[in-house]
């Protein structure tokens, strides 16, 4: 999840488009997720974006609901 202002534009399309890449899904416009660990790679945009506190999370999680069409995008 990022919360990256308007005026910083450029770097919340780049995170979108390498969040995607990853192979994250997209479950609203700043929400995404992968069922595989991936604090490196958060890590890795925010270290390289210079990105303040606050404007990149990391959740995990356990489905509650809608596991079985996770399972089937992520073709697990």
Known sequence: ???IPESSRGARDF???????LGFATVHKSIYISPYPCEEA???L???YS???????IFESKVLEG????????KL
Do not use: C, H, T
């Open 46 to 48: 925010r270290n390289s």
């Open 51 to 57: 990105l303040a506190p606050g404007q990149l999370y």
């Open 15 to 21: 995170i979108r488009r390498k969040l995607l890449g």
């Open 42 to 44: 958060v890590n890795f």
């Open 67 to 74: 596991e079985k069409v996770l399972r089937k995008y992520f």
């Open 1 to 3: 999840m990022f919360d």
